[in-house]
């Protein structure tokens, strides 16, 4: 046996250190002397397990049984402190093992002296285990360097001057995607038995103080999409969209005259061969019904020469004149009342409170209701310029000039003095939310209150009308009272125009009203699908903008009814 070897011998009981990092005992099997190691077996868990060491790495846990005539240099490193031994988390041991290597050199007198050389650091197999946590580890750090290049670029994209910068940045990418193209010229529909339209204003003088954020795009002329701001747990930002669609659709460019081309102008015709029209406008309040129906709006004061009351005057007076109807000897009337409060109030006569009854015919009649003969769409104007001075308004969180009161202008053409067809033009009051009313007074809540309640009861009856239900519940309020000849009959045609705020703090409020519309006409849902992502929107947009989907849906239409009835017949 080779001297340095020492007391090292088969059979004998010696210390080990485990690639874990454990100490205990083992018996050596074999020495191998070529490359200066032990053999070593130890009973664990029942089985034999065995393992190879450097005999360096043995003196130095048994320095016992070294050989007692040898001498160590003093370069024998100190034990290795604790920390050495384990992983800077302190719960795993580490994987890496100083091994000193000794060499033998002759001395001066012949004797032998064992050396150490350097402490080498040797990367010995790490567990599975430790492979794992190591693996863990670095996918950690990862996500971290990704969530902070994340910030870091997101920090950049931040413009403190517009607050929802970012808002703003997925809502203008998602645009971009879309074609415009479709949304020039559109031709008026044929069928205005009912028709539903959507109008979405300009941001106001306020909201552009504030940097509030378009939310409303209009991609079709029949398609409305609302942008709801979403935020996730971890705070990221993302959109929602909501898709609606309706019998036209109008952006922020849109003029009163184009609005009103689509809307009350097909119905002009409808009077002159005794038939009932209606057109109004519902929305939330300040979301522009007023500046739709009576022109633009300077404080106070109104220019009623651009609202639709004044373009329905103009084209019933140019359809006077024709050959067909000069030889009907037709006078026109106007009438100018408001409903406040469930009481009907002239504003052509000082307000005089009025009274609505209904007569032995089942008609309903508004007793003391002044009608004047007008001649020209100037003597109009100048109705519509008295009426809406008398008009109760009021001051909300939302509009300093909001209209509190639901006001009716009718067109009357009359016979021999009788009545031959009327158009009735409501601009109605904004429907309000309790939220918005509660730090309000008394008075605004009870109005808040009776506003919604008849727009309720109007809501039920376009929806009865739309569906050709055979009961209308007109009663329901003074509103539809009044209106009860516009909803039953076979001439009588409506046109509904909503309004919509486009600004980010009116979200809610555009989607309830958007959603209030499409109730009264269930038929005319594309469909509410906020979970579609924006590549499947821009699909199904592109198949409603091709011009052969219309040709498909029939056929589908047509086939699906015929399954039907074949079905029906069969049992």
Same mark, same amino acid.
């Given at each position: 046996?080779?001297?340095?070897?020492?007391? +090292?011998?088969?059979?004998?009981?010696?210390?080990?250190?485990?690639?874990?990092?454990?100490?205990?005992?083992?018996?050596?099997?074999?020495?191998?002397?070529?490359?200066?190691?032990?053999?070593?077996?130890?009973?664990?868990?029942?089985?034999?397990?065995?393992?190879?060491?450097?005999?360096?790495?043995?003196?130095?846990?048994?320095?016992?049984?070294?050989?007692?005539? *040898?001498?160590?240099?003093?370069?024998?490193?100190?034990?290795?402190?604790?920390?050495?031994? %384990?992983?800077?988390?302190?719960?795993?041991?580490?994987?890496?093992?100083?091994?000193?290597?000794?060499?033998?050199?002759?001395?001066?007198?012949?004797?032998?002296?064992?050396?150490?050389?350097?402490?080498?650091?040797?990367?010995?197999?790490?567990?599975?285990?430790?492979?794992?946590?190591?693996?863990?580890?670095?996918?950690?750090?990862?996500?971290?360097?990704?969530?902070?290049?994340?910030?870091?670029?997101?920090?950049?994209?931040?413009?403190?001057?517009?607050?929802?910068?970012?808002?703003?940045?997925?809502?203008?990418?998602?645009?971009?995607?879309?074609?415009?193209?479709?949304?020039?010229?559109?031709?008026?529909?044929?069928?205005?038995?009912? #028709?539903?339209?959507?109008?979405?204003?300009?941001?106001?003088?306020?909201?552009?103080?504030?940097?509030?954020?378009?939310?409303?795009?209009?991609?079709?002329?029949?398609?409305?999409?609302?942008?709801?701001?979403?935020?996730?747990?971890?705070?990221?930002?993302?959109?929602?969209?909501?898709?609606?669609?309706?019998?036209?659709?109008?952006?922020?460019?849109?003029?009163?005259?184009?609005? *009103?081309?689509?809307?009350?102008?097909?119905?002009?015709?409808? +009077?002159?061969?005794?038939?009932?029209?209606?057109?109004?406008? %519902?929305?939330?309040?300040?979301?522009?019904?007023?500046?739709?129906?009576?022109?633009?709006?300077?404080?106070?004061?109104?220019?009623?020469?651009?609202?639709?009351?004044?373009?329905?005057?103009?084209?019933?007076?140019?359809?006077?004149?024709?050959?067909? *109807?000069?030889?009907?000897?037709?006078?026109?009337?106007?009438?100018?009342?408001?409903? %406040?409060?469930?009481?009907?109030?002239?504003?052509?006569?000082?307000?005089?409170?009025?009274?609505?009854?209904?007569?032995?015919?089942?008609?309903?009649?508004?007793?003391?209701?002044?009608?004047?003969?007008?001649? #020209?769409?100037?003597?109009?104007?100048?109705? +519509?310029?008295?009426?809406?001075? *008398?008009?109760?308004? $009021?001051?909300?969180?939302?509009?300093?000039?909001?209209?509190?009161?639901?006001?009716?202008?009718?067109?009357?053409?009359?016979?021999?003095?009788?009545?031959?067809?009327?158009?009735?033009?409501?601009?109605?009051? $904004?429907?309000?939310?309790?939220?918005?009313? #509660?730090?309000?007074?008394?008075?605004?809540?009870?109005?808040?209150?009776?506003?919604?309640?008849?727009?309720?009861?109007?809501?039920?009856?376009?929806?009865?009308?739309?569906?050709?239900?055979?009961?209308?519940?007109?009663?329901?309020?003074?509103?539809?009272?009044?209106?009860?000849?516009?909803?039953?009959?076979?001439?009588?045609?409506?046109?509904? +125009?909503?309004?919509?705020?486009?600004?980010?703090?009116?979200?809610?409020?555009?989607?309830?009203?958007?959603?209030?519309?499409?109730?009264?006409?269930?038929?005319?849902?594309?469909?509410?699908?906020?979970?579609?992502?924006?590549?499947?929107?821009?699909?199904?947009?592109?198949?409603?903008?091709?011009?052969?989907?219309?040709?498909?849906?029939?056929?589908?239409?047509?086939?699906?009814?015929?399954?039907?009835?074949?079905?029906?017949?069969?049992?």
């Amino acid at each position: 046996m080779s001297p340095h070897f020492g007391a +090292i011998q088969i059979g004998v009981s010696l210390n080990i250190r485990r690639s874990d990092g454990r100490i205990h005992p083992a018996v050596v099997a074999s020495i191998n002397k070529n490359n200066n190691s032990v053999t070593v077996e130890w009973l664990e868990k029942g089985a034999n397990k065995g393992k190879k060491v450097d005999l360096a790495t043995v003196l130095l846990l048994n320095p016992g049984l070294s050989a007692p005539g *040898y001498l160590q240099s003093s370069r024998v490193p100190t034990p290795l402190p604790l920390t050495a031994l %384990y992983s800077a988390k302190g719960d795993k041991a580490s994987t890496n093992q100083w091994v000193v290597h000794p060499q033998k050199n002759e001395t001066a007198s012949g004797d032998s002296l064992v050396t150490f050389s350097e402490p080498v650091l040797v990367k010995q197999r790490k567990s599975h285990c430790l492979l794992e946590i190591e693996k863990l580890q670095k996918q950690r750090q990862k996500r971290r360097q990704q969530l902070l290049e994340f910030q870091a670029k997101r920090a950049q994209n931040v413009n403190v001057v517009r607050p929802n910068y970012e808002i703003m940045c997925m809502i203008q990418e998602f645009r971009r995607k879309i074609d415009y193209s479709k949304m020039l010229s559109p031709d008026p529909t044929d069928d205005h038995r009912i #028709c539903v339209c959507v109008r979405k204003r300009p941001l106001n003088e306020q909201e552009t103080l504030v940097k509030d954020l378009d939310i409303i795009t209009v991609p079709t002329r029949n398609v409305v999409m609302v942008h709801e701001s979403k935020q996730k747990v971890d705070l990221t930002r993302y959109l929602e969209h909501h898709t609606f669609r309706f019998d036209h659709a109008f952006d922020d460019t849109a003029s009163n005259e184009f609005v *009103y081309r689509f809307t009350a102008q097909p119905l002009v015709e409808n +009077i002159f061969h005794k038939g009932m029209a209606t057109c109004f406008a %519902y929305g939330q309040t300040g979301s522009g019904k007023t500046h739709t129906m009576g022109g633009d709006l300077f404080g106070r004061s109104q220019n009623c020469s651009k609202g639709i009351y004044a373009l329905v005057a103009e084209d019933v007076f140019l359809m006077l004149k024709k050959p067909t *109807y000069e030889k009907l000897d037709l006078k026109v009337y106007g009438t100018f009342f408001e409903i %406040y409060g469930g009481k009907v109030y002239d504003l052509l006569n000082w307000k005089t409170k009025l009274r609505v009854l209904e007569d032995a015919k089942q008609q309903i009649q508004v007793l003391g209701l002044q009608e004047q003969e007008v001649c #020209c769409v100037e003597d109009v104007l100048n109705l +519509i310029e008295l009426g809406s001075s *008398y008009r109760t308004s $009021g001051q909300t969180s939302v509009n300093a000039h909001s209209s509190r009161s639901h006001a009716v202008f009718q067109i009357i053409l009359k016979r021999k003095g009788k009545l031959h067809g009327k158009f009735s033009l409501i601009d109605l009051a $904004g429907n309000e939310r309790g939220a918005d009313t #509660c730090r309000t007074s008394r008075q605004r809540q009870l109005e808040g209150a009776e506003i919604n309640k008849s727009l309720l009861a109007l809501k039920e009856c376009i929806r009865a009308l739309g569906q050709n239900k055979p009961h209308t519940p007109f009663r329901a309020s003074k509103l539809t009272q009044v209106l009860r000849d516009s909803f039953i009959g076979k001439n009588a045609c409506t046109c509904m +125009i909503a309004t919509i705020s486009p600004g980010l703090s009116s979200c809610e409020n555009t989607l309830n009203t958007l959603r209030n519309v499409l109730n009264m006409r269930s038929s005319d849902v594309v469909g509410h699908r906020p979970a579609w992502s924006p590549e499947v929107l821009l699909f199904k947009l592109s198949l409603l903008m091709h011009p052969t989907f219309v040709t498909v849906s029939k056929l589908f239409s047509t086939q699906c009814n015929f399954l039907s009835q074949s079905e029906s017949q069969a049992f």
